[in-house]
């Protein structure tokens, strides 16, 4: 497996920790994560096992290009860390990486909570230089047009 493509964003929501938390673990992914160029949107959530906050949960996403992706809870640390998988990607991300990983970090600071958001893809082998490109191009300005509509919800609660 050739070496992972990331992207880090951050931001501080006025808001305290557990409020962050309670508002961002668990959202809606139909709500936050529209098309953006060649990223498809979120548009449904299938066969999830539960209220997406323990270890083990596992849920598809439904793509606007015809698409999936499924999702698997692997770390919680509560109201400070958060960390799930990808795999089975499809369409045009199926053919080019073997999963992803994306982690979120809560962070108590003066006037709120610390929201960083990364995100790493595990290219296949000889899709590197592509999945890097793609990650720098689409992900990472995507990412950062994301992270600021799940900060308002986090504030609005």
């Not at 300005?141 to 609660?157: D, N, T």
């Amino acid at each position: 497996m050739a070496k992972s493509a990331g992207a880090t964003v951050a931001l501080v929501a006025a808001a305290p920790i557990d409020q962050a938390w309670r508002v961002s673990v668990p959202a809606d992914p139909t709500k936050f994560y529209p098309k953006y160029g060649p990223l498809p949107a979120v548009v449904g959530v299938r066969d999830q096992t539960g209220p997406w906050d323990a270890v083990g949960q596992t849920r598809t996403l439904q793509l606007s290009d015809g698409g999936s992706v499924v999702e698997h809870i692997r770390e919680i640390d509560f109201q400070r860390f958060f960390a799930y998988e990808l795999t089975d990607f499809q369409k045009l991300f199926g053919h080019l990486v073997e999963g992803a990983r994306a982690e979120w970090t809560y962070t108590e600071v003066a006037g709120g909570t610390r929201i960083s958001w990364s995100y790493a893809f595990h290219p296949k082998k000889g899709a590197g230089l592509l999945v890097t490109a793609i990650v720098r191009l689409a992900w990472a300005p995507y990412m950062r047009r994301v992270l600021p509509g799940i900060v308002k919800a986090v504030e609005s609660a």
